[in-house]
T-cell receptor
Framework: DQQVKQNSPSLSVQEGRISILNCDYT??????FLWYKKYPAEGPTFLIS?????DKNEDGRFTVFLNKSAKHLSLHIVPSQPGDSAVYFC????????????FGQGTELSVKP | ETGVTQTPRHLVMGMTNKKSLKCEQH?????MYWYKQSAKKPLELMFV???????ENNSVPSRFSPECPNSSHLFLHLHTLQPEDSALYLC?????????????FGPGTRLTVL
């Protein structure tokens, strides 16, 4: 059972436009959500996170929105840049069960000049 | 430059071999993690060590055996692996053992089991 889902395997966006990456989860007990970015041949890099008690967290060009009633979170990148082209993973954490972090399958973002 | 290093970067082994993956972190962190990334599957958490104590074993087969001799080093001992164990194995560390702390990943070891 896939508890964290990224239903879009890929996304293509024009430079300067907004990129919206989506993530759905099934377990209402998740209490922390994270986004990671991964370039080919490198390990993932932490990008931004949000606590389940918040509905928005912003860091520069990156904003994460959390809709708990819909069990949905999204990552907005604006404006998108070619260097943002990478695979983006969302992850959900259960902190009261020993620190388990469950990842989605990833969405490959391509930002075209 | 990443503060988490992994060796070797690539490893090819037969099913009867015994090998070990090594991870070292130079960040003064207290928690270390092993992840597996297979083709077409999400990143999977395998093991968590917090202050050298294993706190998570995510239903990993016993042919994978972790070892954490100190808070800076983490090993993954491999024996009698299967071809489906071929994957990218990533090590990560964080200041604390909870996932609210940023995890810093190493570059990974690309393992191929023949």
């Amino acid at each position: 059972d896939q508890q964290v889902k990224q239903n879009s395997p890929s996304l293509s966006v024009q430079e300067g436009r907004i990129s919206i990456l989506n993530c759905d989860y099934t377990n209402s007990m998740f209490d922390y959500f994270l986004w990671y970015k991964k370039y080919p041949a490198e390990g993932p890099t932490f990008l931004i996170s949000i606590s389940s008690i918040k509905d928005k967290n912003e860091d520069g060009r990156f904003t994460v929105f959390l809709n708990k009633s819909a069990k949905h979170l999204s990552l907005h990148i604006v404006p998108s840049q070619p260097g943002d082209s990478a695979v983006y993973f969302c992850a959900a954490a259960l902190l009261n069960q020993g620190g388990k972090l469950i990842f989605g399958q990833g969405t490959e973002l391509s930002v075209k000049p | 430059e990443t503060g988490v290093t992994q060796t070797p970067r690539h490893l090819v082994m037969g099913m009867t071999n015994k090998k070990s993956l090594k991870c070292e972190q130079h960040l003064g962190h207290n928690a270390m993690y092993w992840y597996k990334q297979s083709a077409k599957k999400p990143l999977e958490l395998m093991f968590v060590y917090n202050f050298k104590e294993q706190t998570e074993n995510n239903s990993v087969p016993s042919r994978f055996s972790p070892e954490c001799p100190n808070s800076s080093h983490l090993f993954l001992h491999l024996h009698t692996l299967q071809p489906e164990d071929s994957a990218l194995y990533l090590c990560a560390s964080s200041q604390g053992g909870l996932f609210t702390d940023t995890q810093y990943f190493g570059p990974g070891t690309r393992l191929t089991v023949l």
